[in-house]
């Protein structure tokens, strides 16, 4: 006879097999109302799991997220369940569950409208409503190939086929209609609630590989009740307000072209805003004891199979072979280049720790369909360092380098940040006792910043432990950025060495950090984090000077001459349009300041400022206004 523990440590024997929703009942009516699924010894399963033996059991409701995760996969299922009753023919695939919500992708000839999603959304909520029941059976795999065989679904055969032909497949059935499917599920279609919406269409192909057929994909979100999906609705219709993309257009700041996929075109003003970024990290480096180098984008492929990267990273990397036959990669990451420049010299534990930054431009393959504006590219800036130093000197370094991160984080307007700490995997290099300490020292830095964090069993690099620096936006979402990780490989495979106290030659450890992670992608998240608002200092452009007519024009350029001389980057707008049109024109391009110049400024030696989103003028002798202004376009630096 079984016997149940609970979370709080309670037990309850039963006198019989007993289900999940058996378990629930006992514990109390209320809870066998809300349970969605549970856990049996660590694995999820239905309330209808049968279990046999003494067991620990927790019950999940839609306030936990493995319960809020299984509507969404229910959900999911209810929505090819819909698309093969509204367009019988249609091929379902895969639909899994993502952050937020699910997807599915079909094989149908015609394109999915808009209108197309809205029938499928009423056409879900009336399965719903059926409340039709979920069931499990669990079939041989030649079974399940033959079924779908019969049915025509093609791509779901080619899922099973890839399946160990001993194992058994699990189909579920939400009344007449099933699914191939692991599970867990809900009891019923009507425990999904009505709180859900279908987002978008896009192409998809399949399994990942452009070879392949290009599918359709829905998308939707999923809730547990209307509050929820009202909020998340809003936040998705801010980030299209926010969208880089969008907004590096109105502000004239980048594009892309088609002649070079994942690589961006920077236009003067975003140009400038990422030397702004760069010029404020070097700056920042420097007073931290960094050494800025700079390393070839192009090596012989013996490096870098030296490295592991050839065998690890192959696949990504961009190759050239010359007429004399010698093959070179463009650099995928700055590392390998940084450890030769560590080699040349003799090296004492003196000099170390020795730090080493580089604003290196790499290359990674990316395929077409995950490129996203800058948040996905193929050409990147990496503000990358990398760290030599002893095993007694990672602790220091790692609170160092995660004190500079999370100051550089607080100076651009980002406060929320969430710390991920990742130990030992199973396979791994290095000794145990340099784990040790390496843990030891990247945890203790986690936990001196006191910010929320969590740490991730197992999930290290195999050649150390690492922290992940997650940035919150302003509209709630999270970003990963920087990481610092513990590298007791790549120094031993390129031959890097100190000598010790003792005379000895010994392996440095190898810090890798890394704080916007790319320049292009954090540009792009600090565009949607402020939506193009960006902060005085680091603006593109800060200020246009305008003449209310061509009568002051030469005042207006004397003024903007001065306001560059004094650090601010600045122009002045001599186009032959009314005020109030320049006025629209570089508000919509988020220059935060507009200085106005017509006869009142010319007499008085005066500007009248207009700052981005305000109606108010404020009127200022110029020679304080540059004083001034001059002041708030300094590098923060403590």
């Not at 990316?366 to 504006?373: C, D, F, K, R, T």
């Amino acid at each position: 006879m079984p016997t149940i523990k609970l979370p709080d440590g309670k037990n309850l024997s039963f006198s019989k097999k007993v289900t999940g929703l058996e378990v629930a009942n006992k514990i109390s009516k209320s809870l066998s109302k809300q349970a969605l699924i549970m856990s049996v010894n660590g694995e999820l399963k239905d309330l209808s799991y049968l279990i046999e033996n003494d067991s620990t059991v927790k019950i999940f409701t839609s306030k936990d997220n493995e319960g809020l995760e299984t509507i969404r996969h229910d959900t999911a299922h209810i929505l090819a369940m819909a698309v093969q009753e509204l367009f019988p023919g249609t091929q379902v695939t895969i639909g899994p569950v993502i952050e937020n919500g699910f997807y599915y992708d079909f094989v149908r000839k015609e394109p999915f409208t808009q209108e197309d999603l809205n029938k499928i959304e009423i056409k879900m909520k009336e399965i719903i409503d059926r409340d039709e029941p979920t069931v499990k059976e669990v079939w041989q795999r030649d079974k399940a190939i033959s079924y779908f065989k019969k049915k025509g679904e093609i791509y779901k055969t080619e899922i099973i086929e890839s399946i160990p032909k001993n194992e058994e497949v699990s189909i579920y059935f939400h009344g007449k209609w099933n699914d191939l499917c692991r599970g867990p599920h809900l009891s019923s279609t009507g425990k999904i609630g009505k709180y859900f919406k279908l987002t978008k269409v896009s192409g998809a192909y399949w399994r990942g590989n452009s070879n392949n057929e290009m599918l359709q994909r829905i998308y939707g979100t999923s809730w547990s009740n209307q509050k929820d999906l009202d909020e998340h609705i809003k936040r998705i219709e801010e980030a299209e307000k926010r969208d880089h993309r969008k907004l590096g257009k109105e502000m004239n700041l980048f594009h892309f072209r088609e002649e070079s996929p994942g690589s961006v075109f920077w236009h003067e003003k975003g140009w400038n805003l990422f030397q702004k970024l760069i010029s404020y990290m070097r700056t920042r480096q420097k007073f931290a004891g960094y050494k800025e180098i700079n390393t070839p984008e192009i090596l012989d492929r013996s490096i870098w199979e030296k490295s592991g990267h050839w065998e690890k990273f192959g696949e990504h990397m961009y190759t050239s072979t010359t007429p004399d036959k010698k093959v070179f990669a463009i650099k995928p990451m700055n590392c390998p280049g940084c450890v030769q420049v560590f080699n040349q010299g003799l090296k004492s534990y003196r000099d170390l720790p020795l730090r080493m930054s580089e604003f290196g431009k790499v290359h990674r393959y990316e395929p077409s369909g995950a490129l996203h504006g800058l948040l996905r590219v193929r050409a990147f800036t990496q503000d990358d360092a990398h760290i030599f130093c002893t095993e007694d000197q990672i602790t220091e370094e790692s609170l160092s380098v995660t004190k500079l991160i999370l100051d550089i984080y607080k100076d651009l307007g980002f406060e929320n940040v969430i710390l991920k700490y990742s130990d030992r995997p199973n396979i791994r290099v290095g000794e145990d006792h340099v784990w040790d300490k390496a843990e030891e020292a990247l945890l203790k830095a986690v936990k001196t910043s006191k910010l929320e964090y969590s740490i991730s069993k197992g999930e290290g690099a195999f050649y150390g432990p690492k922290i992940d620096f997650t940035l919150r936006d302003a509209i709630g979402r999270d970003w990963q950025c920087g990481t610092l990780q513990v590298d007791l490989n790549l120094p031993t495979r390129l031959g890097a060495s100190f000598v010790d106290k003792d005379g000895s030659k010994k392996v440095p450890v190898m810090l890798h950090r890394a704080l916007f992670g790319s320049l292009e992608r954090f540009i792009g998240i600090l565009i949607e984090h402020y939506s193009g608002k960006l902060p005085f200092w680091i603006s593109p452009l800060q200020a246009m000077v305008i003449p209310v007519s061509n009568e002051f024009d030469k005042y207006a350029k004397e003024v903007n001459d001065k306001v560059n001389h004094v650090g601010i980057t600045s122009d002045v707008d001599l186009k032959n349009h009314n005020l109030n049109y320049k006025i629209r024109e570089h508000s919509m391009s988020k220059i935060p300041i507009l200085l106005i110049c017509g006869k009142k400024e010319v007499d008085s030696n005066t500007v009248t400022i207009r700052r981005l989103d305000s109606n108010k003028q404020e009127s200022m002798e110029l020679r304080i206004f540059l004083k001034k202004f001059a002041a708030l376009n300094k590098i923060p630096l403590y």
